[in-house]
């Protein structure tokens, strides 16, 4: 595979509003929210400005990740991008357990997997279709993402199954933090530890022994020419702004969430899943608009499957050790519900390798239905 070809953009006005530059308009927003933040002003303003300064930061470490990718080569380079590729909700959710906020942690985490299965594939598909009369991407790739996809939701929905047929039920919306006993605590770690392992042979097979068909050749794509050094710095900049944005959302959330009027469920499940991927987000749909259906669809059930197969067990295990008990592996019925229909819908629509823009604006509309009905709930 050549390597792409290096093209360092113009910090201009033309690069800010155009497709790669949006998300670093929202620079100020950072300062902006430590400001307040040891201001001490309203939580809800608090919670909107380090909501939006966690855009450029998230921005920012895909960057950095990409342009490392680009020099360590394919096999490498996709290890970094499946890495780091969700590393901005991991840290709040880290953030969030240490706070001992276990119901906005699994919210975030179904709420990460229905965004890019409906509303970013729905996205893609819709904007990429648009003009079109279809868009076709390699059906095999998708059907190994959504296997890895339903096993994983059969993993998360079974310790729920459990503890309703020996516990007292699901936990309800509104709780911060139940305990289901050791029993379940046991049997999450146990859980959490098949997924990391199905994880693990999940690379072996998309980046050694079915690389081709994991990674499609795009001649075209651009990097911005960065050093390794620069890269990294980079990264662990992005990183430590993450962390900062991270750690002033999470302490705002349960205020602004009754100054708002939302719950901190829907909090969860929509809004702090949305901005912690919402570069990546956009970078799905920019390529299906230029009819990379492969990338898009890859990016789409990929992230997906990484939040359920790598980040839903590295908080369960780190809940032993962080915060003030373990995180158990049981979800509320709307969060068991959306999952099981979400990847249902993920396998269902991309089985024929093929999109329309109709089936988007379908995605679109469950991903809103559910957020209706989340809202109320």
């Not at 719950?263 to 901005?275: D, K, N």
Request: contains cysteine; charged residues 10%; glycine residues 10%.
């Amino acid at each position: 595979m050549p390597a792409p070809e290096a093209h360092t953009p113009r910090l201009d006005a033309k690069f800010f509003t155009g497709p790669q530059g949006w998300p670093y308009l929202l620079v100020p927003f950072i300062p902006i929210a430590v400001v307040l933040d040891f201001a001490h002003v309203s939580d809800a303003v608090i919670f909107a400005c380090s909501a939006l300064g966690i855009i450029p930061t998230a921005a920012l470490m895909g960057r950095a990740t990409e342009e490392l990718a680009a020099r360590a080569g394919p096999g490498v380079g996709g290890l970094l991008n499946v890495t780091f590729g969700n590393a901005p909700e991991l840290i709040i959710a880290l953030f969030a357990l240490g706070h001992g906020l276990h119901e906005v942690v699994k919210a975030s985490l179904i709420g990460s997997i229905l965004g890019n299965i409906l509303l970013v594939m729905g996205a893609a598909m819709f904007i990429g279709g648009l003009g079109r009369r279809s868009q076709r991407f390699n059906p095999t790739a998708v059907s190994a993402q959504t296997t890895m996809l339903l096993l994983a939701a059969v993993a998360m929905v079974l310790p729920a199954v459990f503890q309703l047929v020996h516990g007292d039920g699901l936990p309800r919306v509104g709780a911060e933090i139940v305990s289901f006993g050791s029993t379940v605590e046991i049997l999450s770690g146990i859980v959490a530890g098949v997924l990391i392992i199905t994880y693990l042979a999940g690379l072996v097979f998309s980046l050694k022994t079915h690389r081709d068909v994991f990674n499609p050749d795009y001649q075209d794509e651009t990097t911005w020419g960065w050093s390794t050094r620069t890269s990294v710095l980079m990264l662990a900049i992005a990183g430590v702004a993450v962390g900062v944005m991270s750690e002033i959302l999470v302490g705002s959330i349960s205020a602004a969430s009754h100054s708002l009027g939302l719950s901190e469920f829907f909090i969860g499940v929509i809004i702090v899943a949305i901005v912690g991927n919402a570069a990546e987000h956009w970078v799905a749909v920019l390529v299906a608009r230029k009819d990379k259906m492969d990338l898009s669809v890859n990016i789409a059930i990929g992230s997906s499957a990484q939040v359920a197969l790598f980040v839903t067990p590295v908080l369960v295990l780190a809940g032993y050790f962080i915060g003030p008990a373990p995180l158990p592996l049981v979800f509320n019925g709307y969060e068991l519900a959306a999952l099981l229909l979400a990847v249902w819908i993920a396998s269902y629509v991309s089985q024929e390798g093929q999109s329309t823009w109709f089936e988007g604006l379908q995605l679109l509309a469950v991903y809103v239905v559910m957020a209706v009905v989340f809202a109320f709930a």
